[in-house]
Nanobody
């Protein structure tokens, strides 16, 4: 059984930093994409950052709004996914979700098979 469990959310002021973690268990081996999505009230869920892993390469992808401020990474054992968020802005306020799928990196939330329960990030001005 695949489980994704997020942690690390919280409330910070503008310009602050947070690091989100996502513990991954039971995920099958193979080419995969793991990522972070966020959803603000009354808005659609959107991809924030994704990391694609194959046997030979690893590529990262970022939403334009977070490029240069957020960094996605995973540990060598591929059991934890991270999102380092720096220079946070009020518009980053949202519920952040960890997600995973086998195969290529898609931007559509509907393409991801496995989801965590979410962790709230609130940035005050």
């Amino acid at each position: 059984q695949v489980q994704l469990v997020e942690s690390g959310g919280g409330a910070v002021q503008t310009g602050g930093s947070l690091r989100l973690s996502c513990g991954v268990s039971g995920f099958p081996t193979g080419t995969n994409c793991m990522g972070w999505f966020r959803q603000a009230p009354e808005k659609e869920r959107e991809p924030v950052a994704r990391i694609y892993s194959s046997g030979y390469s690893m590529n990262t992808y970022y939403h334009n709004a977070v490029k240069g401020r957020f960094t996605i990474s995973r540990d060598n054992a591929k059991t934890t996914l991270y999102l380092q968020m720096n220079v946070l802005k009020p518009e980053d306020t949202a519920m952040y979700y960890c997600a995973a799928r086998l195969g290529s990196c898609d931007t559509r939330p509907s393409a991801f098979t496995y989801w965590g329960q979410g962790t709230q990030v609130t940035v005050s001005s």
